[in-house]
């Protein structure tokens, strides 16, 4: 019986290695993973500081309403705020807005025999907003600052003094940059005789840029 040379022997092992070899590359399997999800929170790309500006459209309702010699009935109102003020980032998704501002409120009333008499009520005001979260937003907010109340009532003298408020909000953040949201507040002004203090409800929109 013949016997394979070593040489033949060897020269069959390298072709069995490299047939081995060639179908171990050709069978290679590459697996990924998922890929990163989308980020989605629009916060990421606004700065950390920036100007804020806000506009209020509200009702007013008189609160503790004073008997007036004339028999004079204040009812509800409306009035507006502007505001402008530095818009922070603090951790965890909280917004801290120190501002100033100017409000409006108009109060109607009416006197025994049908004369009106409305109430305007200026504040020029300093304070500041806090938010938190990201899309639906709670917001609590106090200021203070001066005021004044014009009257066409005789009984009634035209006088400034200490203003106050103090509120909370609920805003929706779905679009980067813009915050719309309702507020509910309570506001005073310390006009003596007759110190006006009433609840105010409404909208707004705060816009950064």
């Known amino acids: 019986m013949h016997r394979p040379s070593p040489w033949g022997l060897s020269a069959l092992v390298s072709v069995a290695l490299l047939c081995i070899s060639s179908g171990a590359r050709a069978q290679t399997v590459y697996v990924y993973g998922p890929p990163p999800p989308p980020r989605y929170y629009y916060y990421e790309v606004e700065p950390r500081y920036a100007l804020s500006l806000g506009a209020d459209l509200e009702g007013a309702v008189p609160v503790d309403v004073p008997r007036f010699l004339d028999g004079n009935t204040l009812r509800g109102g409306g009035g507006f705020k502007a505001r402008v003020g530095e818009r922070i980032w603090l951790r965890g998704g909280v917004r801290l807005t120190p501002e100033l501002g100017y409000a409006y409120d108009h109060l109607f009333a009416t006197d025994d ?15 500041a ?25 005789p009984t009634v003298p035209e006088a400034g003094g200490l203003a106050l408020d103090v509120g909370g909000a609920l805003d929706l953040h779905l679009i980067p940059y813009l915050g719309i949201g309702a507020h509910i507040e309570y506001a005073t002004i310390d006009a003596q005789p007759y110190t006006p203090q009433w609840l105010a409800f409404g909208l707004h929109a705060d816009l950064v840029l």
């Open 129 to 153: 907003r806090i938010a938190f979260g990201r899309f639906l937003v709670p917001v609590f907010y106090a200021h203070v600052g001066y005021g004044w109340r014009a009257t066409g009532d």
């Open 113 to 127: 025999i049908g004369n009106s008499y409305s109430w305007d009520m200026h504040r020029v005001f300093g304070g």
